[in-house]
C-alpha cells in the first residue's frame, strides 16, 4: 500500500490511461475527480474498469488484472466468488456500477485507515529499535557511538508492516461489503428461487427486492413455490395446458412474394475479326511478304543500285507493306440474368399462444383445492413468462363478483401475484360471467390463438346460452378450453365436461395434506 499525491491530476494521465478513464461511465469520473486517491488515478481508473468489464460477465478479474494488487485484492476476489452475488452482476450494468461505486467508496476509506496504521506501527517499531540501540550502546564499553537507524531498514520495515496490514485491510473492506451487500443478496435469491431464471429478466434493484419481499402475502408466495417443487404433476399438467405440446409437432406454411434470379443462356452473331481471314486491307505494317509491298519497295526492287538496300530490308523484315486483315460473323454464348417476382412456401412451427385462466375462488374451493389451484395458476404464469407468452386472470366466485388482470412478471404484475396468493376464497359459484369474459377475451387482438383453462371444483350448473356460447367458439374459432378438476375424481366431473375438452385431474391430493 503506497501513498500517492493528495489529488491526483487529469493532467498527469498517458494516453493509455486517458483511454481507460475515457471509458468508464460519468459517475466513476466524478467519484475519481472527487475523492483522495491512494494509487494514482490511472492505476484506479484501470482497476474499477477491470471490476466492471469482469462483473458484467459473472466473474472476478483475472488474478494479474485485479485491483488493488496483493493481500486487499485476493481478499476481494474470494469475497465476490463466494458471496453468490456473480450472478445476478451478470449483463446488469445498473447493479454492477452500483457495487464498483461502493467498492471504491469502501476501499479508500479503508486504505486511508491502513496507511495510518502503517505509520502507527512504523513509529512504534522506531521508538522500540532506537531505545534497544540505546540500551546495547550504554551497556557495551567498546561502543562510543549509538548505531542510527538508516533508511533502508526504514523502508524494510515498513514493507513487512504493509503486507500485513493489507491482510488486515482485506478483511475490512470484505467485512464491510458483507454488511452492506449479505441482505440485499439474501432477498435476490429468495425472488430468484421462486421466479427461477425469469427472475433475472426482472432488473429488481435493492429497492424492489426489499418491497417485494415486505409486501403481505410473501411468504404464501413462498409456500406455493414449495408446494410446486413437493408435487410434479402440477408442473406436468401446466405444461401440458395451452397450446404446448401440440406446438412441438404443429407446423403452419406461410406464402410470400420473393425475387430470384434466373439465368439464361443467349446466342448472339457478332461481326468481328477473325486471324484466318484475309479480305480488308488495314494499315501499313513492316514485315517479309513481298506480295504485299508498297509500291515504293517495288521500285527499289527494280533499280540496279539500290536492290541490296530492298534485299537487306527483305532479310531484316522491314519492308513495308500492306496489313491485310479478315472480319467475318461469329456466334458468341452469352450468360444473361433476369429477376423475376415468384412465391415461396415456408413452413414453420407454430407460435404457442396465449392462456386464460379462469380461477374459481368460491367457498367451496377453501382448503386443499384452494392451495392445488394457486399452485396451479402460479405455474401457468411462470411457463407462459418464460417462454414470452401472455397470460390473463379472471378470478370469479359469485354473481358479479369477477376480477380480471394480467399476470407478468414486472413490478405491477409482481404485485397482482402476490395478491392472488395470499388471497381468501369465499362466496359461491357463477360461471356465467367468467365464460362470457373469457370468450370475448379470445376474440380480442393478440388474443386470437389463447387457450382457456378454467380450474375449479366443478361445484356448479352450466346454464344453455354458456353452453351454446362455448361450442360456438370451438366451432368457429377453434377454442379450446382446458379443464383441471381440483377434487377428488368423480365429484364435479359433470358440469366441467360440458365446457372443458381436454379434462385434467389432481390425483395427489395425500402429498397436499398437512402441507
Not at 466468488?81 to 479508500?108: A, F, S, W, Y
Not at 406454411?253 to 430470384?260: D, F, I, Q
Not at 454464348?333 to 386464460?356: N, S
Not at 374459481?360 to 401457468?380: N, Q, Y
Request: net charge positive; proline share 3%.
Amino acid at each position: 500500500m503506497t501513498k500517492g499525491n493528495k489529488r491526483s491530476s487529469l493532467s498527469k494521465l498517458t494516453n493509455r490511461g486517458a483511454r481507460w478513464f475515457g471509458r468508464l461511465p460519468n459517475a466513476y469520473r466524478t467519484a475519481l475527480t472527487d475523492e483522495s486517491l491512494i494509487d494514482s488515478l490511472e492505476s484506479t481508473a484501470c482497476g474499477l474498469l477491470g471490476w466492471r468489464d469482469a462483473l458484467l460477465q459473472g466473474r472476478v478479474p483475472s488474478p494479474e488484472l485485479i485491483w488493488p494488487a496483493g493481500a486487499i485484492g485476493e481478499k476481494l476476489a474470494a469475497w465476490f466468488e463466494g458471496c453468490g452475488i456473480l450472478p445476478h452482476c451478470r449483463d446488469n450494468p445498473e447493479l454492477v456500477d452500483l457495487i464498483v461505486l461502493e467498492l471504491l467508496k469502501t476501499l479508500l476509506e479503508a486504505q486511508r485507515k491502513g496507511l495510518q496504521r502503517i505509520d502507527k506501527l512504523l513509529r512504534q517499531w522506531l521508538q522500540k529499535e532506537q531505545a534497544r540501540r540505546d540500551h546495547a550502546a550504554q551497556g557495551d564499553l567498546n561502543k562510543s557511538t549509538i548505531m542510527p537507524i538508516s533508511v533502508q531498514e526504514r523502508e524494510r520495515e515498513r514493507k513487512r508492516i504493509a503486507i500485513g496490514v493489507d491482510i488486515e485491510t482485506g478483511d475490512l473492506v470484505a467485512s464491510r461489503l458483507d454488511e452492506i451487500w449479505s441482505s440485499r443478496i439474501a432477498a435476490w435469491n429468495s425472488v430468484y428461487d421462486v421466479f427461477g431464471e425469469m427472475g433475472r429478466t426482472l432488473r429488481l434493484g435493492w429497492d424492489l427486492s426489499r418491497g417485494v419481499l415486505k409486501l403481505t402475502g410473501w411468504e404464501d408466495v413462498v409456500r406455493i413455490h414449495n408446494l410446486i417443487k413437493r408435487l410434479p404433476q402440477i408442473s406436468e399438467i401446466a405444461r401440458t395446458i395451452g397450446r404446448l405440446r401440440e406446438a412441438e409437432s404443429e407446423e403452419i406454411a406461410e406464402t410470400r412474394k420473393v425475387m430470384k434470379a434466373i439465368s439464361r443462356v443467349v446466342e448472339e452473331q457478332l461481326w468481328v475479326k477473325i486471324p484466318t481471314m484475309r479480305n480488308e486491307t488495314d494499315g501499313v505494317q513492316r514485315s517479309a511478304d513481298v506480295q504485299r509491298m508498297l509500291p515504293a519497295e517495288t521500285m527499289l526492287m527494280r533499280h540496279p543500285i539500290f536492290r541490296k538496300l530492298w534485299k537487306s530490308k527483305l532479310l531484316e523484315r522491314g519492308l513495308a507493306t500492306y496489313r491485310i486483315v479478315g472480319y467475318g460473323y461469329e456466334t458468341v454464348k452469352k450468360h444473361e440474368t433476369e429477376y423475376v417476382e415468384t412465391e415461396e412456401v415456408t413452413k414453420r412451427k407454430q407460435d404457442r399462444g396465449p392462456i386464460v385462466a379462469c380461477l374459481d375462488t368460491s367457498g367451496s374451493m377453501r382448503g386443499v383445492p384452494e392451495l392445488v389451484a394457486k399452485a396451479i395458476t402460479f405455474e401457468l404464469m411462470r411457463l407462459a413468462a418464460a417462454e414470452k407468452r401472455k397470460c390473463f386472470l379472471y378470478t370469479f366466485s359469485g354473481p358479479d363478483d369477477l376480477a380480471g388482470k394480467e399476470l407478468s412478471l414486472t413490478p405491477d404484475g409482481l404485485k397482482g401475484i402476490i395478491e392472488l396468493l395470499s388471497m381468501s376464497f369465499d362466496g359461491g359459484t357463477d360461471i356465467s360471467a367468467p365464460m362470457q369474459a373469457a370468450v370475448s377475451k379470445v376474440s380480442q387482438s393478440g388474443w386470437s390463438r389463447a387457450d382457456i383453462v378454467m380450474v375449479s371444483d366443478g361445484e356448479f350448473t352450466v346454464p344453455d346460452d354458456i353452453q351454446k356460447l362455448v361450442d360456438d367458439a370451438r366451432k368457429k374459432k377453434g377454442l379450446r378450453v382446458h379443464g383441471l378438476i381440483v377434487a377428488s375424481r368423480g365429484h364435479g366431473s359433470q358440469a366441467m365436461e360440458k365446457l372443458c375438452n381436454p379434462l385434467h385431474y389432481f390425483i395427489e391430493w395425500e402429498k397436499v395434506r398437512g402441507f
